[in-house]
């Protein structure tokens, strides 16, 4: 929960060595606008994505929960709201052999506030 919770700040959401260190090589994610995006996509363009200014709107997480699914492998789910738009997230993230936790997976569905 801590490194998902990191991937919200904007000094990691602006640093691509401290972004990259978080997700997984082989990270995919559906976006709340519907795109698929790839490790180096996200990279690349997360410091210009919401929440990446220090004085601007940033993410409020609730209702964090997770769930253990198997040894190394952690389903999270949580809503966010930033600057009026609100959504469901839900994150897998997988242990490596080094014992770091990085982001595999994530999805975010957009709802009415």
């Given amino acids: 929960m801590a490194a998902e919770l990191r991937l919200l700040e904007p000094e990691v ?9 978080l997700l997984d090589p082989d990270f995919v994610e559906i976006g709340a606008s519907g795109r698929r995006w790839t490790y180096e996509e996200m990279l690349a ?15 409020e997480p609730s209702e964090m929960t997770g769930t253990v ?19 469901h997230r839900s994150s897998l993230w997988r242990r490596h052999a080094d014992g770091t936790w990085r982001m595999y997976y994530h999805q975010a569905t957009p709802f009415p506030g």
Avoid at 45 to 59: F, H, I
Avoid at 69 to 87: F, Q, S
């Fill in 13 to 21: 959401r602006t640093s691509r060595a401290l972004a990259g260190a």
């Fill in 45 to 59: 363009a997360l410091p210009a994505m919401a929440g990446g200014s220090q004085d601007g709107p940033r993410y």
């Fill in 69 to 87: 699914l198997a040894p190394g492998l952690v389903h999270l789910t949580y809503d966010t709201h930033i600057d009026g738009l609100h959504a």
